[in-house]
């Protein structure tokens, strides 16, 4: 399942959520095999954060 589009806390935890899910049943995230689940979580919050920031910015939000 492709990963969501957003920057919120939800859309971001969500994301983590189903690539452990993906780490669990595959034994890889991605390309990657992380040794630990420790580090799974690791890489699965930085690539959750990675796509947040590719969505852009959140629409009607000044930056203010």
């Known amino acids: 399942m492709p990963l969501k589009r957003g920057n919120s806390r939800k859309v971001i935890s969500e994301n983590i959520r189903e690539l452990l899910r993906a780490y669990k049943r595959e034994g890889r995230i991605g390309r990657s095999r992380p040794p630990s689940v420790r580090k799974a979580v690791k890489q699965a919050a930085a690539i959750a954060y990675r796509k947040a ?12």
């Open 53 to 64: 920031r590719q969505s852009g910015p959140v629409p009607g939000n000044d930056g203010g």
